[in-house]
């Protein structure tokens, strides 16, 4: 059986290798769609694991009082309703009279997104982001703190003049030395480095290392716009006890605005995790997008390749008659010319698939991405290809093998 299999193989190459122009074409079309199928997929894989890291740490015991629940919609061409800003004077007032057990409540708002930040002769380039935030922002955020400590109770009441800071800051003006006790300065103002945070790298252009947070109380004395909208993160120790800490938040917020039984809320409420469903059920459509693609250029690739098949069998009809005449049979004229599209089909598929997986990486390296390697979509870019080669092999294998040996000798 094996020698068989062997020399049947052999005999496969010999002919792909005797038409070469023909099978790079139909090798690169199949490659086309492959490609499109795993390049797309490697994509949207590596956002999926970019959110889901940035969210990962906030787990799914945390929710934000905001704004807005969603985005803005329009409705039939009426003005979206416009919700107040979260002010100072509401999330203290929150603060104080949640009560929730197991809670604990960051307040954080930013001061600006273009600062300054000076040591010495150094200075940030590009500029960065400027938080005033409580004593709860850095856990309930999700962050870590790499070198150095937190702020304490004592930092936010007292409106110490510490800074803890992003990592691209450590590296930029403090580059090369202990930051910690160094002095930095913004605005004018001097603060003493207490702690380094974890490198979070960028998402969607946004550098989360290039920020520096400082005490809330410390951040409104720099800060004075007016129309300033705060934020407010609500992390539960039970996740067992989220839906009624959310129903309270409600509760507790609706009566700091005001509102009375009858009155929708006019701020949103959201989950982590919701944040990430929503993301996640717009992916879907990118990944309907690469099927969709992929899908159509396959189509015409298994055209081409039963085409080329079919040509390929009239072109050696002598050849199969001289085999039938030594004593080949049927099965053994079909495998050969079915073993011929297997390969044509695995060499695209190899091809697409590598290419694929380069496309995916460059893509997410210029984003700043979280690649790995898109091991389904490689599986699946597979099984099509041997798909697509059954379908497409099927027909000119079975009218090989159906020929009569006499006529084929006869031909030409």
Do not use: C
């Not at 999926?48 to 934000?64: C, W």
């Amino acid at each position: 059986m094996f020698p068989l299999f062997k020399e049947n193989f052999r005999i496969a190459f010999f002919s792909i290798k005797s038409q070469v122009l023909r099978t790079v074409l139909t090798v690169m079309i199949i490659a086309i769609g492959i490609t499109a199928l795993v390049g797309i997929l490697s994509a949207v894989s590596a956002l999926e694991n970019t959110i889901t890291s940035d969210f990962a740490s906030m787990g799914t015991n945390t929710f934000n009082l905001q704004r807005y629940d969603s985005q803005i919609r329009v409705n039939g061409g009426e003005r979206e309703k416009i919700n107040p800003i979260i002010s100072y004077r509401e999330v203290k007032e929150f603060r104080d009279n949640y009560e929730f057990p197991q809670t604990q409540v960051s307040i954080s708002f930013t001061g600006t997104s273009r600062a300054e930040l000076r040591h010495e002769s150094e200075k940030t380039d590009p500029e960065a982001s400027v938080l005033g935030v409580n004593e709860n922002y850095v856990s309930n955020s999700g962050l870590s703190v790499e070198e150095g400590r937190d702020f304490s109770i004592f930092d936010i009441e007292n409106n110490n003049n510490v800074a803890i800071i992003g990592a691209d800051v450590k590296n930029g003006i403090l580059e090369g030395m202990n930051p910690l006790d160094k002095i930095i300065s913004i605005r004018g103002v001097k603060f003493r480095v207490i702690g380094v945070l974890e490198s979070k790298g960028s998402t969607f252009g946004n550098n989360q290392d290039l920020r520096v947070l400082i005490p809330l109380q410390v951040a409104r004395s720099m800060f004075t716009n007016s129309n300033i909208n705060y934020n407010v993160s609500v992390r539960v120790e039970d996740q067992e006890m989220l839906e009624g800490a959310q129903d309270e938040a409600i509760i507790t917020f609706r009566n700091v605005r005001g509102l009375n039984p009858v009155e929708e809320n006019n701020f949103g409420i959201a989950k982590s995790d919701d944040l990430l469903n929503r993301i996640f059920s717009i992916t879907q459509y990118l990944n309907i997008a690469a099927w969709v693609i992929s899908i159509i250029t396959i189509f015409g690739s298994s055209i081409a390749l039963m085409n080329i098949m079919l040509v390929s069998v009239s072109e050696r009809t002598r050849e199969i008659g001289v085999r039938k005449a030594l004593g080949a049979k049927k099965n053994t004229i079909a495998f050969q010319f079915f073993m011929e599209t297997l390969i044509i089909g695995q060499m695209g598929g190899i091809i697409g698939i590598i290419l694929g997986i380069l496309i995916g990486l460059a893509v997410s390296t210029s984003v700043g991405f979280d690649f790995t390697t898109p091991w389904m979509a490689i599986i699946w870019a597979t099984a099509i290809t041997i798909i697509v080669a059954v379908l497409a092999g099927s027909y000119p294998a079975a009218k090989a093998a159906k020929q009569d040996p006499i006529e084929s000798l006869r031909y030409e």
